[in-house]
């Protein structure tokens, strides 16, 4: 269900992209082992909050990437950050854990919560997430997803 809403919101942009069906991945590990595509970026994405504040954010870095809470959380200045519980995550961007992408901002409401994206990601040339969905995968070139980000106008942070 969720790939046909991201897949019909890429198709109306004219952008291009795979999409790839495969067996269910719980981690970032599984897929970057399942979903072999080669000169592309692996992602994970993290749906945070401001430890101190309701503010939420949604960071992607690179699957293996280790996430620095209180580095991501300078960028945006604030302590720390932490997960948002799983309740946070259906109410705000229609998704459950293990299916988390920014593609789930097709499904939020306000436009309020930014993306912090690793400078790696932002400047490779491919790259590939969940359509909301753990047994799929939309490959698409960076450039695109950048148009994607534009359309629907979401404030980005690339961070280090």
Not at 35 to 56: A, E, G, M, Q
Not at 112 to 135: A, G, M, V
Request: glycine fraction near 2%.
């Amino acid at each position: 269900m969720y790939s046909n809403i991201v897949t019909k919101y890429l198709d109306s942009l004219s952008i291009q992209y795979t999409l790839l069906r495969h067996p269910a991945v719980v981690t970032t590990e599984q897929s970057h082992e399942i979903v072999v595509v080669d000169n592309c970026c692996s992602c994970k994405s993290l749906y945070v909050k401001d430890k101190k504040s309701p503010r939420t954010f949604l960071v992607v870095l690179p699957f293996d990437k280790r996430a620095d809470m209180r580095g991501l959380a300078s960028y945006v200045g604030t302590q720390k950050f932490e997960f948002v519980t799983e309740e946070q995550l259906f109410e705000d961007l229609g998704v459950h854990r293990g299916s988390v992408s920014p593609f789930a901002f097709l499904n939020e409401k306000c436009n309020t919560i930014p993306l912090l994206i690793d400078r790696t990601l932002w400047e490779s040339s491919r790259i590939k997430f969940h359509p909301c969905d753990n047994t799929a995968t939309v490959v698409l070139s960076t450039a695109d997803f950048k148009r994607f980000l534009q359309a629907i106008n979401k404030q980005v942070i690339v961070v280090e």
